[in-house]
């Protein structure tokens, strides 16, 4: 299985702060790399499809970029309504795997 | 615009088998535009994927559950269900169903998800 590890865990950020997410693949999945947003109790949301793509009816704030083994989620500004955990995720191979999520959470 | 919504028991006894549904609006899951996915988050976890199904009824399902998984399709309710046999706690989660199209295998959009619980 393809391993997706994800850095940091969490991180306490404020209002109006860059915010940079790190999600690391075990082998290469060229650009197979799509990044969600989950909130308790909710359904996870697309945010990034193929590593770059922002998903329709996502802030612009939010951006991707990466290929290969390396990419990054970054929110340019955090707003209130990020407080949330994001995920990464391969779509190279099955079985498909998540990374273990990074709990954004208010300073 | 497609929406999900799963639904199934909330509590499953040890051994037994848990039984999930997916019914899908706006749009066919027949034919082939679409892979039907199963996810789980047992709390605190991160997300894992489950399997899937293609409109035609091809699966492929995760290996660390291949064993006591079945994903199938129900075309005349626009449904398709997860059953998973000899269920331990450690099948307690939330359950979670979405869609695929394309070779990149990106979910969107997502059911709501279920609490399934496994206690006796």
């Known amino acids: 299985d393809i391993q997706m590890t994800q850095s940091p865990s969490s991180l306490s950020a404020s209002v109006g702060d860059r915010v940079t997410i790190t999600c690391r693949a075990s082998?290469?999945?060229?650009?197979?790399l799509n990044w969600y947003q989950h909130k308790p109790g909710k359904a996870p949301k697309l945010l990034i499809y193929?590593?770059?793509n922002l998903q329709t009816g996502v802030p612009s704030r939010f951006s991707g970029s990466g290929s290969e083994t390396d990419f990054t989620l970054t929110i340019s500004s955090l707003q209130p309504e990020d407080f949330a955990t994001y995920y990464c995720?391969?779509?190279?191979?099955?079985?498909?795997?998540f990374g273990g999520g990074t709990k954004v959470e208010i300073k | 615009q497609v929406q999900l919504q799963e639904s199934g028991p909330g509590l499953v006894k040890p051994s037994q088998t848990l039984s999930l549904t997916c019914t899908v609006s706006g749009d066919s899951i027949g034919g082939n535009t679409y892979y039907w996915s199963w996810f789980r988050q047992p709390a605190g976890k991160a997300l894992e994927w489950i399997g899937r199904?293609?409109?035609?009824?091809?699966?492929d399902y995760n290996p660390s559950l291949e064993s006591r998984l079945t994903i199938s399709l129900d075309t005349s309710k626009n449904q398709f269900s997860l059953s998973l046999s000899s269920v331990t706690a450690a099948d307690t989660a939330v359950y979670y169903c979405?869609?695929?199209?394309?070779?990149?295998?990106?979910?969107?959009?997502w059911g709501q998800g279920t609490l399934v619980t496994v206690s006796s």
């Open positions: 199904i293609y409109g035609t009824g091809r699966t």
């Open positions: 995720q391969q779509g190279y191979l099955t079985p498909l795997t």
């Open positions: 082998e290469t999945i060229d650009n197979f």
């Open positions: 193929v590593a770059s």
């Open positions: 979405a869609p695929s199209t394309g070779w990149y295998n990106w979910f969107d959009p």
